[in-house]
Nanobody, 116 residues
Framework: QVALVESGGGSVQSGGSLRLSCVYF??????MAWFRQAPGKERENVAA???????RYADSVKGRFTISQDNAKNTLYLQMNDLKPEDTAMYYC????????????WGQGTQVTVTS
């Protein structure tokens, strides 16, 4: 069993930065990821971290967002720089326990709002 708790969301002006954190409790997952969902839009996989390294960034965030993990602190991070209003969404972290499987554990989400 794994529990995920996100934090770090908030409201920031366009061009600003935020760092999201996701603490995981229980077994250490094989892979973790950040997703986001804005009202009326489909959920989007923003960035993924598998087997100790970043494995994916959405085109919309490349060069601006960085995913990282601190195993000593059981924490996944998402550093978000140069934020844009279109980054406004609820951000979720998720975990999976083997390559190629679905993400089966999800956090409760943290809201990010970017104003112009």
């Amino acid at each position: 069993q794994v529990a995920l708790v996100e934090s770090g969301g908030g409201s920031v002006q366009s061009g600003g930065s935020l760092r999201l954190s996701c603490v995981y409790f229980g077994y250490s997952p094989y892979g973790m990821a950040w997703f986001r969902q804005a009202p009326g839009k489909e959920r989007e996989n923003v960035a993924a971290f598998d087997n100790g390294r970043p494995t994916r960034y959405a085109d919309s965030v490349k060069g601006r967002f960085t995913i990282s993990q601190d195993n000593a602190k059981n924490t996944l991070y998402l550093q978000m720089n140069d934020l844009k209003p279109e980054d406004t969404a609820m951000y979720y972290c998720a975990a999976r326990f083997s390559s190629g499987t679905q993400y089966t554990y999800w956090g409760q989400g943290t809201q990010v709002t970017v104003t112009s």
